[in-house]
């Protein structure tokens, strides 16, 4: 997508308890800014139609 449309973000949406027990790694903290990535934090809500965006982090 880099290639074609180099204009667009593109965010990684994870549900919040992947995000803590994985992306708070600083291993992977580096890779993700090392890639320019966004993170989008949500916690899923298993009670309604729609899941539910919590926070956001931005690593830019």
Known sequence: MADSEPERVL???VPLNA????FT?????????LLSS???QYFPSFTAE???LTASVSTC
């Not at 790694?25 to 800014?33: A, D, K, L, W, Y």
């Open 11 to 13: 965010y990684l949406a």
């Open 38 to 40: 966004s993170i989008f």
């Open 19 to 22: 995000y803590n027990e994985f």
């Open 25 to 33: 790694r600083p291993f992977i903290q580096c890779v993700i800014q």
């Open 50 to 52: 729609k899941e539910t």
